[in-house]
């Protein structure tokens, strides 16, 4: 994160609400570009799973105008930056394994993005209530357990 960079480009790094911009923002990139990376192919329950956790926790996200974003004081502020850097080193490691094709390692990679974007989030709109990676992945893994055994009765039934 090169602050001095954003603020030679106009960015005013000392509002205390640019990084809910910036955490949904980044977000929504990785979350494209992983749905870009396993859309051609049957999407496994780690991946489904991983893709309604980043849903989960971008959905209604709110500007930084909404009743309900309180402003940070200066330890919260210093809270969020430690996981926006985390984020940041996660999308790193999150682009070299697209660029590798290791679409394991990018599943679990945007979990750990995910997670911190929702960390950023709950201190920002502390009444939101967030789902955690399990209980999405409980409520993902019961639906692929249920498609896959549609598709071998399916099977079962044709032979």
Sequence with gaps: MNLKLAAARGVNIQDSQLF?????ERLSIVRYVFLVQIEDGIATAAQRASLEYADAVLIGWPDENNSEVVQVNDDQLKIIREHVQLMEDYIKSFSQMEREKDI???TDTL?????RVSEIRRIYQPSFPLPTFAEI???????WDEDMDKINSEQAASL
Excluded: C, N
């Design 111 to 115: 979990i750990r993005i995910s997670e």
């Design 104 to 106: 394991d390692g990018m």
């Design 137 to 143: 992945r409980r409520v993902v893994q019961e639906e």
């Design 20 to 24: 809910l911009r910036i955490a949904a």
